[in-house]
Each structure stands twice: as structure tokens, then as C-alpha cells.
């Protein structure tokens, strides 16, 4: 361990080094930059020695393959995890500086649109701290998800420039380059198939340390660039005037890395999106596999020693691409190579929603990747036979079943019979695919679905984000739950107690309060601590309802307007969301908030009662800021369609009560804390069903009989808002006439949910009951404990500690 003597004498050393000034002269970036390049060193020492001992154990590796990793700032967590924090805070005090202030400067990673890239990085964190050798294998984008700026009340998009003033964390790996190749012809010599005339593009890994907690292990992020190689770009040919073409070239080639898709679900067969799966999948398989031959272990058993996990079906080419390597480099036969693929591979499904489930048209794609194409084609005819030879399936159903049809691949077909596991994200998620969603593969292979709940980091989520709460729950409990979370639990014990209730209700007061002042700082709105902050943060969509929010909050206004006086808890609800560039009702939605929210923060007849925040550019570390500063955390999807959710295990750890429906990980939660708990509301599974299967669901019912609904669908429409009567037309349209996401249907009941919110505000023993339960709860949902069970129930592999 470093001792703060030695710690002072690296800092300040590095910092001469690295800017060449004094610390007086040295800017905060200076200042951070010392600092975050001697934090790396610190933990690269571990790295070489964690790859050492993987490498010497030959114990079984997982790589954990993501087109999204939404890791955030890291230079917090990077200390903490070093057991550094306290330290360098007294360091940097002494040294006049502000540790807090020096890591707010850090620009998030954001290589991710939410959930999916946010659980990924997740995952790094409890890997590393459970000594389990595990790694990511994704893209090193050049920008990340769009910076987002309100503008008159819409969304406006910049580009996340987050490596302008380059990335202190990774290590650029040229000499672990690998080509990856695109186009050409498939050729066959000597019963091996290989590739002529391809495109070549240069794949180059950048690696980042992902450190496990106090355990002296240090696990790797490696991310590809793609980069035009050399010869491509050849000079001679600028004597024959192709000067500008090979410009053109390189340009084309590492556009790949160029940019993350920023829509969270599929829209349509982009052929960009298609070569940064292969770019990164080619790249990573083919990196898998020349490191495992350095080990000298028979390629047949690659199983033993490998684990690939398909994040999404974005990544799902590593079937085909394993196929490939297997058979036209090491000279393996189909059987054998699909034995090894089968047991090497496991997916892992984040979606019902049909619109987002990914499928390639043929003719893009065998144009594109000739021999995976011809690999696939081969996939499917062997599983297509089996299907009738051994499972006596209809041609109907193996026409639904196969991975090719309509002229189209199906990637969650193939990831579905190219891995041994598959799993959903919730308990309820998975029900639903095997019960429906993926009901004809559940049948025929019913041994490989199965569950892991999703989880999150409390190192992140609790220790960094809201230490407060940690040491309050240390003071009462000892730090053995920072070990294992589940221990939190024993919070129960206190749920009694004067002093600890007080003590829960100041941390989250002054962490409303900071809330408060970044409100004032970044939205020039004054909101009020003692009312209830009420957060619905997550990606927008129609199906996570935040419409459904919005126009309640238009009813408690027209509630108020009418009766002023009315004995009212006041409220302050707050947004954030990132919309997809492309999808316009989101956007829409967004405008509607902010349109709302100028009407009411500025109407001085409901005397404040109400106020509406939208914070632009939700990110990771705006999330760090709004988790431990929640009232109540809005998880209102509509039932069926949010796979997991983890967004409301950050809220519960941190001490929000959630208003849910019972959709995915909601489920869970409601069986932790119990019923009373947490406030339920809505359309359950079945009804969602039934209604969809009957086509009956028409909304004029509810609107001619209830008042409430029929007053704020006319305002959105009359100029009440104050804007054009045509701008929320899509808005009104999509809920009166195509309620998809059963908004008004759920309406009265979403309300009524709110209305006892109030009440268990009020009166502070019930709500600090239900804060302190939550809380005392959340351990379950620790990303440890889902790691223990991916590595249990599906990798097979072990912790291998220093
Ligand atoms: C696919 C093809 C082309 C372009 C984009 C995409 C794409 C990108 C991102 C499709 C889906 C995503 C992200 C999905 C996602 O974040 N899903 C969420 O995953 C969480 C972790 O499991 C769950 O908790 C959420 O319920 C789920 O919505």
C-alpha cells in the first residue's frame, strides 16, 4: 500500500513531469492529468501481474463481448478501488487542492446509449472485484453518445468529444494489431476455404485496466480502432493522380470506429453498424485465439480455457466468425468446430420488443462478408434438417424458427443455436421468453435458458456516489457489507431507531439540497428541498411512459389552478433522457416537458407546489448526481416491455421509493422490500396480453369518462400550452387513437399510485421505513452476486485471487 508520504512525493513529481509547471501554475487539467496517469501506474503494476497469474494458472478466461461500454469517469472509482480515496484526499488538501473538484474535470466515457452498456460496465467492476478473470471486447469509438443541449425546449444534438484531450486510462496496443477483412471472393484449395480480394482494415486494441476492489487484480477493457492499413494507403498511387482517392479510402475505412449508433434499438439494415460488429467481434476472436495458442493447449478443448459471451445479439457473428477461424485456419471439420463454438458461446437476450431484434438483409450482408455469409447459409440448413429429422417440426415452424427467411438474417436465431446458455434479464423477462418470445426454442431446447437478474455496481452506486449514505450505514453496521452488499440487510435492525432514522434523513436531505443547487446552476430553477423529488431518468421511449408522467403532472396543475389552496404535498418532478437523433415523437416528449415545465414553474397561483426540472445531457455521472438525491424513483414502463430495468436498483440502494408497474427487475424489487414498500400501480402481465390479443383496446371509453384525462388531451391540442396547437399533435394522436403503451388505460391508476405517495410522504416514520428498507434490501441486486451466477451457471469459471 502506498504510504501518504509517498503518495505526496509521486504527485507532485508527476505533475512537474507531465505539465512542466509548479503546482501553482499547474491547471485543474494539469492537475487532474498528474493525478489520473499516477493512479494508472499504481494499478499497472497489478495488471502485468493479474495477466501473469491467468496466464501461468491457465484457468478458464471469460470475454465478455459488448458493442457498448458505459463505464463513465473512472478516476474515483479507480482510487477507491486501490484503497487510495482517503489518501489522495489528504494529499491533495495539503496541497490546497480538491480531489472532488480535480475528478469533476474528467470527461465521461461514454460508449453506450443506457441499460446494455451501462450493465456491461457493471460487469467489469464486479469481475475484477471478484478475482474473476473476465474481460471486455468492444469498440474504441471515436465519439460517444451525443452530447444533448435543450434549445427553445427541443433536443439538440453535439458531438461527444471525449477524447480531445486524450484518455489517460488506455494503452495503445500496436503490436496486438489484427487485420480484419471485408468484400472479396471465397475461394476453396485443398478442401480450405480462404478470402481473396478483400477489403483489409487495420483493427488496433486499446486497453484500459478495470481494477478489482482492494484485491491486487487488475482486469482488462480492450477496445478496437480501426485504423487504414499502410499499403492501402500507398503513395505511388498519388503520382497517377489518385491522390484524393486514397485519401477517400482511409477515410471510409476507419470510419468504423468513428461513432456510436445512438438508437437503442434496431432500426434498419445499416451497413455501418453491420461492419462495426464484425470489425469488433473478427478482431477480438482472432486476438482470443492467437493468445491461446501462445498457451499450448490443444485447440479442440478451446472450451476449457475460453469463455465468449454474446452481449446482444450485436456481437453475434462470433459464432460464424469461431466457425470460420476453426475450420479454414486450424483445419478443423464442421462437427467439431460446432462443438467447440456451441460450448465456447453463451448470449445473452436484453429485448422483447420485436422492433429492436436485429436482422441483416442477405443481400447486404453476403455482399459484404462473403464467407460468414456462406457459413450462416450452412448453419441454417444443418438446423433447418435437424428440425425436421429430429424434432418433426411443420415446415410453418421451421420456417419461423430458421436463421434465414424473408431474405433476411436473424441474429437472435442464430446467437440462440450457436451458444449452450441463454439468458434474459429478470425473472419476468425470461418467463416471457420462454413462454413466448422464444417459445418454439424453449421447447427443443428447453436446458439452455435461464435467468440472471441484472445487478449494479455498489462501488459506483453507493461508495462513490453517495458516500454519506456509506458512512452512515458503516457507522451502524460495520464495512462488511462493502464486501457483500447482501449484508445491508442488517440495516433492518435499526429501522426503529431515532438516531439512525435522522441520521438516513440528513444525508438524503443534503444530498437534495446539492441536487437543488446544480437545478439552480444549470437550469436557473429554484426548487425546493422539502418538497418531493421525484426523478424519472433512463433513455426515452414510448414504452417507459414518460408521457404517461408528464400528463399527470398537467393534472395536478389544472388540479391546482382550480383549487389553489388545496392541501397539496408540494412536488418537484424531474426529467432526464437522451431521445434517438431519429425518433421524433421522443423528441416531441422532451419538448412537451420543458413546455410544461415553463408553464408551471412560472404561474405564481400554485405557489410552487409544483415544479418541473429537465436536465440535459443525462449521462453516468449526472446519474451519479440524481440517484442519492431521489424521493421517488418513476419505473412506470408498460408491463411486459422493460426487460430489467437497472436504473431502479440504483434509486432503491441509494433510498428511493419506486412507483412501478410490474415489469421486469420491478418484480424483484416488490419481493424484497414487500408490498409495503413500494407503490404499485397498473395493467398486470396478463391484462397486458389479453389486451393485446383481443385488438379491442380503444381509448374514447376512458377519455369520455374521465374528466381529468379529457382536460390535458384537449390542452395538449387548444393552445394551452402556449405553443403551436400542431406541436404536440403526434403526442395526442399517438395516445388517443394508437395507445400502444395503454398510457390513458393506466392513467387512473398511476394517479391514484401518486396520490398515496403523498400521503406516505407526509408522514416522515412511514417514509423513512419505506427509504431504510429499500435500502437495507438493494443488496441483492449487487452485480457481484449476478457474476457469481454467470460464472457459476454459465462460464464455468472460477476466482482465481492473488
Ligand atoms: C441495434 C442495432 C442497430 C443499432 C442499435 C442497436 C441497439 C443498440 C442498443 C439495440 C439495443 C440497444 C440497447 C438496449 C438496451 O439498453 N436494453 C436494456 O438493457 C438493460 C440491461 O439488460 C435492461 O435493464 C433494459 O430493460 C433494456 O431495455
Not at 196 to 216: C, R
Not at 479 to 508: G, S
Not at 788 to 801: H, K, L
Request: proline content about 3%; aromatic content about 12%; charged content about 25%.
Amino acid at each position: 500500500m502506498v504510504t501518504k508520504a509517498q503518495f505526496k512525493k509521486d504527485y507532485l513529481k508527476k505533475l512537474t513531469v507531465k505539465s512542466g509547471r509548479t503546482i501553482e501554475e499547474a491547471s485543474r487539467w494539469d492537475q487532474y492529468h498528474a493525478l489520473a496517469s499516477m493512479v494508472r501506474e499504481y494499478a499497472s503494476m497489478d495488471w502485468v501481474d493479474t495477466n501473469n497469474r491467468y496466464d501461468d494458472k491457465a484457468c478458464k478466461q471469460v470475454f465478455y463481448f459488448s458493442i457498448e461500454f458505459l463505464t463513465g469517469k473512472f478516476l474515483m472509482n479507480n482510487l477507491i478501488n486501490l484503497g487510495l480515496d482517503e489518501t489522495a484526499s489528504e494529499v491533495l488538501d495539503e496541497l490546497g487542492l480538491d480531489l472532488e473538484d480535480i475528478a469533476s474535470i474528467e470527461k465521461d466515457q461514454g460508449l453506450g446509449n443506457g441499460g446494455l452498456g451501462r450493465l456491461a460496465a457493471c460487469f467489469m467492476d464486479s469481475m475484477a472485484a471478484l478475482a474473476i478473470p473476465g474481460h471486455g471486447c468492444g469498440i474504441r469509438y471515436n465519439y460517444g453518445l451525443f452530447e444533448q443541449k435543450i434549445i427553445n425546449g427541443y433536443q439538440v444534438e453535439f458531438p461527444d468529444r471525449w477524447l480531445n484531450n486524450r484518455n489517460v486510462w488506455e494503452v495503445k496496443k500496436a503490436d496486438k494489431s489484427v487485420e480484419v477483412h471485408f468484400y472479396g471472393d471465397v475461394k476453396l484449395e485443398n478442401g480450405r476455404y480462404f478470402l481473396e480480394n478483400t477489403t483489409p482494415v487495420l483493427a488496433v486494441p486499446y486497453d484500459t485496466p478495470v481494477v478489482g476492489y482492494k484485491n491486487d487484480t487488475v482486469n482488462t477493457l480492450r477496445l478496437w480502432s480501426a485504423q487504414a492499413i499502410n499499403k492501402e494507403f500507398d503513395y505511388s498511387t498519388f503520382s497517377r493522380g489518385e491522390y484524393m482517392d486514397a485519401f477517400k479510402k482511409k477515410y471510409d475505412v476507419e470510419s468504423i470506429s468513428q461513432v456510436l449508433y445512438p438508437n437503442d434499438s434496431y432500426d434498419e439494415g445499416k451497413v455501418l453498424r453491420l461492419k462495426q460488429e464484425y470489425f469488433f467481434v473478427s478482431a477480438g476472436i482472432q486476438g482470443i485465439i492467437r493468445s491461446f495458442k501462445k498457451l499450448g493447449k490443444p485447440m479442440a478443448k478451446l472450451y476449457d480455457y475460453i469463455s465468449i459471451h454474446i452481449n446482444d445479439t450485436h456481437p453475434s457473428m462470433a459464432i460464424p466468425e469461431l466457425m470460420r477461424i476453426l475450420m479454414d485456419e486450424e483445419g478443423f471439420g464442421w462437427d467439431e468446430s460446432w462443438s467447440i463454438v456451441e460450448k465456447t458461446c453463451s448470449y445473452t437476450n436484453h429485448t422483447i420488443l420485436s422492433e429492436a431484434l436485429e436482422k441483416w438483409p442477405v443481400e447486404m450482408f453476403s455482399k459484404l462478408l462473403p464467407r460468414i455469409y456462406m457459413i450462416i447459409e450452412e448453419i441454417n440448413k444443418r438446423f433447418c434438417l435437424d428440425l425436421f429429422e429430429v424434432y418433426h417440426k411443420t415446415q410453418e415452424e421451421v420456417n419461423r424458427m430458421a436463421v434465414i427467411g424473408h431474405g433476411e438474417i436473424r441474429m437472435a436465431h442464430l446467437a440462440i443455436i450457436g451458444s449452450h446458455s441463454i439468458n434474459g434479464v429478470a425473472r419476468l423477462h425470461t418467463e416471457i421468453l420462454k413462454n413466448k418470445e422464444l417459445k418454439d426454442f424453449y421447447n427443443i431446447m428447453p436446458a439452455k435458458f435461464n435467468n440472471k437478474t441484472n445487478g449494479i455496481t455498489h462501488r459506483r452506486w453507493l461508495i462513490n456516489s453517495n458516500p454519506e449514505l456509506s458512512k452512515v450505514i458503516t457507522k451502524y453496521i460495520g464495512d462488511y457489507w462493502i464486501r457483500d452488499p447482501q449484508h445491508l440487510r442488517e440495516l433492518m435492525k435499526f429501522i426503529d431507531d431515532k438516531d439512525f432514522r435522522q441520521e438516513i434523513d440528513d444525508v438524503k436531505r443534503k444530498n437534495k439540497e446539492a441536487l437543488a443547487a446544480y437545478i439552480l446552476k444549470h437550469n436557473n430553477i429554484v426548487v425546493n428541498p422539502d418538497s418531493i423529488f421525484d426523478v424519472h431518468a433512463k433513455r426515452l421511449h414510448e414504452y417507459k411512459r414518460q408521457t404517461l408522467n408528464i400528463l399527470h403532472i398537467m393534472y395536478l396543475y389544472n388540479r391546482l389552478l382550480k383549487n389553489p389552496d388545496e392541501d397539496f404535498v408540494p412536488r418537484t418532478f424531474i426529467f432526464a433522457a437522451k431521445a434517438a437523433p431519429s425518433y421524433y415523437i421522443a423528441k416531441q416528449t422532451i419538448k412537451l416537458i420543458n413546455t410544461v415545465a415553463d408553464l408551471v414553474n412560472n404561474d405564481t397561483r400554485i405557489k410552487d407546489k409544483i415544479k418541473v426540472v429537465f436536465l440535459e445531457n443525462y449521462s453516468v455521472s449526472l446519474a451519479e448526481i440524481l440517484m442519492p438525491a431521489a424521493d421517488v424513483s418513476e419505473q412506470i414502463s408498460t408491463t411486459t416491455k422493460e426487460a430489467s430495468g437497472t436504473g431502479n436498483m440504483k434509486f432503491m440502494m441509494n433510498g428511493a421509493v419506486t412507483i412501478a408497474t410490474l415489469d421486469g427487475a420491478n418484480v424483484e424489487i416488490h419481493e424484497q422490500v414487500g408490498e409495503d414498500n413500494i407503490v404499485l400501480f397498473g395493467l398486470t402481465e396478463e391484462e397486458v396480453y389479453e389486451l393485446y390479443e383481443r385488438h379491442e383496446y380503444k381509448t374514447d371509453h376512458i377519455i369520455e369518462n374521465d374528466p381529468r384525462i379529457k382536460e390535458v388531451l384537449d390542452q395538449l391540442i387548444n393552445g394551452f400550452l402556449g405553443v403551436d396547437k400542431e406541436e404536440f399533435q403526434i403526442i395526442y394522436d399517438s395516445v388517443v387513437y394508437n395507445d400502444e403503451y395503454f398510457v390513458l388505460k393506466d392513467f387512473d391508476s398511476y394517479a391514484a399510485a401518486q396520490e398515496r405517495i403523498g400521503h406516505y410522504y407526509t408522514d416522515e416514520d412511514i417514509w423513512l421505513k419505506m427509504a431504510i428498507t429499500n435500502i437495507a434490501h438493494s443488496g441483492v441486486f449487487s452485480s457481484d452476486k449476478t457474476i457469481q451466477e454467470y460464472a457459476s451457471g454459465i462460464w464455468e469459471t472460477d476466482r482465481v485471487p492473488k
